[in-house]
């Protein structure tokens, strides 16, 4: 099924210069594989929310590196749908404008979860209050959120 959003104008359009490297980040369902896949359609793309493929690559990374220089590939996007994730898996973060954060939102997280030993998980969002969700997933309202990250609080 065709993406409705891929038939709108795009007014941002990404150039990328030999080494160089980008971030998109934006909420979730706003496009943004739909948006890299018509910049660079000749990109070789890499889902790492695919975890038999993540697996391969955490247990030899130089497999991308040996793939990237057989095939001539002249871009590589990296897909994995979680937003932030702080130091070595101490504390990975999906922000959320919902505010009543459920299991819909978690997708990325969650598979983030079931690959990895992830100390801490948190999805800050519009929720009114600080709750923990099944899985050891504690979501926080953006001001609290804030606060913590501010004072120190999170990563201890």
């Known amino acids: ?3 409705q959003l891929s038939e709108f ?15 998109l980040w934006g909420p979730r369902k706003v496009a ?10 000749a990109a070789r793309y890499i889902d ?8 391969s690559l955490l247990l030899r990374p130089s497999l991308l590196r040996e793939e990237v ?9 990296v897909d994995l749908d979680v937003d932030l994730v702080i130091g ?22 969650r598979a983030l979860l079931d690959d990895q030993r992830v100390r801490q998980a948190a999805v800050v969002s519009q929720d009114p209050v600080m709750r923990s969700l099944p899985g050891g997933v504690t979501v926080y309202p953006w001001q609290q959120f804030c606060q ?3 004072a120190g609080d999170l990563l201890t």
């Open 1 to 3: 099924m065709k993406s």
């Open 9 to 23: 104008p795009r007014i941002l359009h990404l150039e990328l210069r030999d080494h160089n490297a980008a971030f």
């Open 32 to 41: 943004k594989t739909t948006l890299l896949s018509q910049q660079f359609a």
């Open 48 to 55: 790492l929310l695919q975890s038999d493929l993540k697996t």
């Open 69 to 77: 220089a057989a095939n001539h590939y002249d871009l590589v996007v």
């Open 88 to 109: 070595d898996l101490d504390l990975a973060v999906e922000f959320k404008a919902s505010r009543k954060v459920d299991e819909r939102d978690l997708k990325g997280l």
């Open 148 to 150: 913590k990250l501010w």
